[in-house]
């Protein structure tokens, strides 16, 4: 399964929401982010990054559908306001190459982009909202009163003013804007997610206790029974795809003023998801065509946000204090244990298979599967798949691996490992590679606990930096898989050096990297940077 988001940005919290979402669903999740930046902090925490062209380049369109041809994207979550109207109005073309898109009917998507056009609909529904007008030489409703751009957002161009000759005075900066009177009271946020029908499956209103640049930083949950019967009755006429943020203030008298609505995932949108809306469990059973489920909402529980660095480009450092390696097609080659496990099942059946199995192998079947089909021994496939798991495998070291293990620790350089797997086979490789007695550290994720453990989760990192009591600057991870190697150490400010093995079972992306041992070494001990 494979999602991009586009404007990622800085939405960390809803990529980590939806890997953890696979994770608690056992789904297998690639996420990729798209950005017009390649220092967006999120796509640090993607699978795949892609860069692109603004959004109101008329190429745009055109770049995210040869994007989702390429790395067969079967959902695209738009996530930020100037990406909803131009892909909803695109959104077939997406489904002629089997992406599907998160997103709105253009009329819907208009009425939240267009602050007029929302006002207009809140109040056919039968909801108070400020009197709006788009020009201040009508504005009637008393001060203070509040200008914004018509189809802004995050709180950009809008201001808070007392009187006419500063409505005068803003409105003259602002090309496309309405005026409100201002409102006071409490400030509500309602995350909605609702089904590809627009039915809703969460509702959960939040408080907002503390905004900046129109981004909430401290909520509080309040499952209130006006706010939730509210929010159905405009769900019912809106009728919106997937997620909508709903904008309201409830004043002095206890009277709700609808404000905006987003139909997008909000800000603030994985706040609800920690409290239980579980938002993003529901977009991937839908998108495998399970029926989404209903959750408790922890009412009242309170969730303040703080700021955190990701490294981006560590520059160049000399300082290498720590070098920590991934295993399989790193320090050997994966094609080397695969013709070795399928020799030893070939000889549990008698011999002269190993070849037939690998080609299987090579042409992306199950061998096994097909051999025991083949030979109608389907009912010894437990066992054949035992022999393969718990063999001795026959293995080498790359050229100039044990070479640069021992120049590393000559300098005082620790060296470790950190490998995914199934425990009995990675030990198995371990030992007939001989690496327990060369490496200072080794942590096996699936040892920590299970699948979930395995890279791109950053705990066995996290484990390995605290026992060495090394800054993470100073240490550098070296693996093959340049999607799933680097998020974490890069996450935690380690740097990544990715050796490109063009005989590696994985290889897909298509970046710079280093392309021999002794390029790695020389990026290591050379003096060199990433």
Same mark, same amino acid.
């Given at each position: ?149 018509? =189809? ?7 201001? /808070? ?145 703080? =700021? ?12 290498? /204090? ?128 299970? /699948? ?79």
């Amino acid at each position: 399964m494979n999602i991009l988001f586009t404007g990622v940005g800085r939405r960390i919290e809803l990529i980590q929401a939806f890997r953890s979402a696979a994770e608690t669903l056992r789904k297998d999740l690639k996420i990729y982010g798209a950005d017009m930046t390649e220092t967006a902090p999120a796509l640090a925490y993607c699978d795949g990054t892609r860069i692109v062209t603004g959004m109101k380049e008329p190429r745009y369109v055109d770049e995210l559908l040869t994007i989702c041809k390429e790395d067969e994207i079967d959902l695209l979550i738009p996530t930020i306001d100037t990406d909803l109207l131009i892909l909803s109005e695109n959104k077939e073309r997406f489904e002629e190459i089997g992406t599907r898109v998160m997103i709105s009917e253009p009329d819907q998507v208009r009425i939240g982009r267009d602050k007029t056009l929302s006002a207009r609909f809140l109040k056919k529904c039968g909801f108070f909202t400020p009197v709006t007008v788009d020009d201040w030489k009508e504005y009637k409703s008393g001060f203070p009163a509040f200008i914004k751009p018509r =189809d802004g957002s995050s709180s950009i161009g809008a201001f /808070k003013v007392q009187n006419a000759e500063e409505l005068k005075i803003y409105a003259a900066h602002l090309e496309n804007y309405i005026v409100q009177p201002f409102v006071s009271g409490i400030e509500y946020t309602i995350d909605v997610f609702c089904d590809w029908n627009g039915n809703p499956l969460s509702i959960v209103p939040r408080e907002r206790l503390k905004v900046r640049d129109g981004e909430v930083l401290k909520t509080r949950i309040r499952m209130d029974k006006a706010i939730l019967e509210e929010a159905e009755k405009i769900c019912s006429a809106y009728r919106p795809c997937g997620a909508v943020s709903i904008q309201l203030i409830r004043d002095a008298e206890g009277t709700d003023w609808f404000i905006e609505i987003n139909p997008r995932f909000g800000g603030g949108a994985p706040l609800s998801m920690r409290a239980g809306a579980r938002s993003a469990e529901s977009v991937l059973r839908l998108l495998d065509g399970e029926p989404a489920e209903r959750y408790t909402v922890a009412d009242g529980a309170i969730y303040s946000r703080f =700021d955190q660095a990701v490294c981006i480009d560590p520059g160049k450092r000399t300082s290498v /204090k720590g070098v920590i390696f991934d295993l399989d097609d790193t320090l050997y080659s994966e094609k080397e244990y695969v013709w070795s496990g399928y020799n030893e099942v070939s000889d549990f059946f008698g011999g002269g298979y190993t070849s037939e199995l690998y080609h299987f192998f090579l042409n992306g079947k199950p061998a096994i599967d097909e051999l025991m089909r083949e030979t109608g021994h389907e009912e010894e496939k437990d066992e054949a798949v035992e022999v393969y798991r718990h063999h001795k495998p026959d293995l080498h070291l790359y050229d100039g691996v044990a070479e640069l293990i021992s120049e590393l620790k000559s300098k005082n350089i620790r060296v470790g490992i950190i490998t995914d797997g199934r425990p009995e086979g990675q030990r198995n490789k371990l030992e007939a590679l001989g690496l327990y007695d060369m490496m200072d550290d080794i942590i096996i994720t699936d040892e920590l606990g299970g /699948k979930q453990f395995r890279k791109p989760c950053d705990i066995a990192f996290r484990i390995m930096l605290t026992r060495w009591r090394l800054n993470p600057a100073d240490v550098v991870y070296v693996g093959d898989n340049a999607a799933k190697d680097s998020q974490a150490p890069r996450q935690l400010g380690m740097r990544f050096l990715w050796f490109d093995n063009e005989e590696g079972l994985y290889r897909s992306e298509k970046q710079e990297g280093y392309n021999s041992i002794s390029a790695i070494r020389d990026a290591l001990i050379g003096g060199g940077d990433e």
